[in-house]
């Protein structure tokens, strides 16, 4: 279980401390609770923890705040395109062995993890499926 991202926010919160950076600070002790939360006060894996990220990141874009987005995006996987979905679809995956194509969509999510979305990966699926 790797908890990179929790302890990450961890250290934000240390050097907003030694910086007098309220803002930071404030806000990764707002993410931390948010971990704390969902861990039951322990650290909790990277996959749950993107998870958590990407919520507070609907929030604040929502809130229209740029600071939380810009904090949030340094923690966040960048989400491959759907080309580069496909291309990996395309290499990996053998339709015939699945009772029907959709049914790939979550061995596709677990091996390329928090990088493609589920919602993303279905579209493509059914792209393919239809060609």
């Not at 908890?3 to 707002?30: C, H, L, N, P, S």
């Not at 958590?52 to 923690?75: G, M, W």
Request: aromatic share 6%.
């Amino acid at each position: 279980m790797s908890t990179g991202i929790y302890d990450a926010i961890k250290k934000e919160i240390v050097q907003g401390m030694k910086q007098g950076d309220a803002q930071v600070r404030d806000f990764a002790r707002v993410v931390k609770a948010e971990f704390d939360r969902k861990g039951d006060g322990r650290a909790i894996d990277d996959a749950d923890a993107v998870k958590i990220l990407k919520a507070l990141r609907v929030s604040a874009e929502e809130n229209k705040n740029t600071f939380e987005i810009e904090f949030l995006d340094k923690y966040l996987p960048k989400e491959l395109s759907e080309a580069e979905i496909e291309a990996w679809i395309k290499a990996n995956i053998d339709f015939p062995q699945f009772k029907a194509p959709v049914a790939a969509i979550g061995t596709v999510t677990k091996a390329l993890g928090p990088a493609a979305p589920g919602n993303i990966v279905r579209v493509v699926i059914e792209r393919l499926a239809k060609k």
